[in-house]
Nanobody, 123 residues
Framework: VQLQASGGGLVQAGGSLRLSCAAS????????MGWFRQAPGKEREFVST????????SYADSVKGRFTISRDNAKNTVYLQMNKLKPEDTAVYYC?????????????????WGQGTLVTVSS
């Protein structure tokens, strides 16, 4: 499975961005999908996850209420709508796919990773 993340960029604090992750080469509709991020000098951290049917989602406390994950299985794409962005949201954002049916925040449960897209939030 190949994952291609896009939509990153530079935005002012309080602004919004929508990240997309297009999948190819695998049964996208059967994967749990996740978003992770890695800020400079920090470890990669979980952001959000969604199960195959979009019936279940989970968010890190730091983004809850501001970010929304969604997916379109017909388009083999998962999205991350990011609102009310803060400078501390600055990071490279990665999408990932897991063949585990339930949602998971553990990075080691994810089999496939995209290349990342940079989000920079200025104060």
């Amino acid at each position: 499975v190949q994952l291609q993340a896009s939509g990153g960029g530079l935005v002012q604090a309080g602004g919004s961005l929508r990240l997309s992750c297009a999948a190819s080469g695998g049964p996208f509709g059967s994967y749990c999908m996740g978003w992770f991020r890695q800020a400079p000098g920090k470890e990669r951290e979980f952001v959000s996850t969604i199960n195959w049917s979009a019936s279940s989602t989970s968010y890190a406390d730091s983004v809850k209420g501001r970010f929304t994950i969604s997916r379109d299985n017909a388009k083999n794409t998962v999205y991350l709508q990011m609102n009310k962005l803060k400078p501390e949201d600055t990071a490279v954002y990665y999408c990932a796919a897991s063949d585990i049916l339930a949602i998971t925040s553990r990075s080691y449960d994810y089999n496939y990773w995209g290349q990342g897209t940079l989000v920079t939030v200025s104060s």
